[in-house]
T-cell receptor, first 112, second 115 residues
Framework: TQLLEQSPQFLSIQEGENLTVYCNSS?????LQWYRQEPGEGPVLLVT?????EVKKLKRLTFQFGDARKDSSLHITAAQTGDTGLYLC????????????FGTGTRLTIIP | GAGVSQSPRYKVAKRGQDVALRCDPI?????LFWYQQALGQGPEFLTY????????KSGLPSDRFFAERPEGSVSTLKIQRTQQEDSAVYLC?????????????FGQGTRLTVV
């Protein structure tokens, strides 16, 4: 059973547009991680957020952890074709990455 | 190699056959995790090890699934009497320590198809 719901499930936008992906849960997590996964590969960690209200920026990607540590968002500015992939959020019950609970995933396609 | 290595990359098994999936973690990584990823879904936790100790196997779906890491390095996930619902990608991840916000590195996975 997935405890983390991501929306949208699929997103297809033109290169240069902005987008936001949401990750919501009824559970509190000590930390939340975002991964990107490409076909035939394992997930690759993008960022970890640990403090309620925390905002982290990674070039054109902005990650936010909700104040109550139950939800998170990923915002991409000026999307590029290289951003195409499956984006997964994952919550950890304790500080660290043990026993991650992954979200349902958002499949992002950037159209040139 | 520098990353987590899994073998085989692809496995086709007849229903009822036993399979063994291998994971070579990054050298020196203490923690090792197994996840199952069904098509179009996020990975789901199966089990994890700290060195050779299996600390949590609560995610293993049935007693047909068994994992071991006898020397605290290479791990094997064994599935007995495979069934169609076992078809999925099995991902292995390793990290330097169990806690402390340490990044987990994933292998490419083994895609198991049960026919």
């Amino acid at each position: 059973t997935q405890l983390l719901e991501q929306s949208p499930q699929f997103l297809s936008i033109q290169e240069g547009e902005n987008l936001t992906v949401y990750c919501n849960s009824s559970s509190v997590f000590s930390s939340l991680q975002w991964y990107r996964q490409e076909p035939g590969e394992g997930p690759v960690l993008l960022v970890t957020v640990v403090t309620g209200g925390e905002v982290k920026k990674l070039k054109r990607l902005t990650f936010q952890f909700g104040d109550a540590r139950k939800d998170s968002s990923l915002h991409i500015t000026a999307a590029q074709t290289g951003d195409t992939g499956l984006y997964l959020c994952a919550g950890a019950p304790g500080f660290g990455n043990e026993k991650l609970t992954f979200g349902t995933g958002t499949r992002l396609t950037i159209i040139p | 190699g520098a990353g987590v290595s899994q073998s085989p990359r692809y496995k086709v098994a007849k229903r009822g056959q036993d399979v063994a999936l291998r994971c070579d973690p990054i050298s020196g990584h203490v923690s090792l995790f197994w996840y199952q990823q069904a098509l179009g879904q996020g990975p789901e936790f199966l089990t994890y090890f700290q060195n050779e100790a299996q600390l949590d196997k609560s995610g293993l779906p049935s007693d047909r699934f068994f994992a071991e890491r006898p020397e605290g390095s290479v791990s094997t996930l064994k599935i007995q009497r495979t069934q169609q619902e076992d078809s999925a990608v099995y991902l292995c991840a390793s990290s330097l320590v169990l806690t402390g916000n340490t990044e987990a590195f994933f292998g490419q996975g083994t895609r198991l198809t049960v026919v």
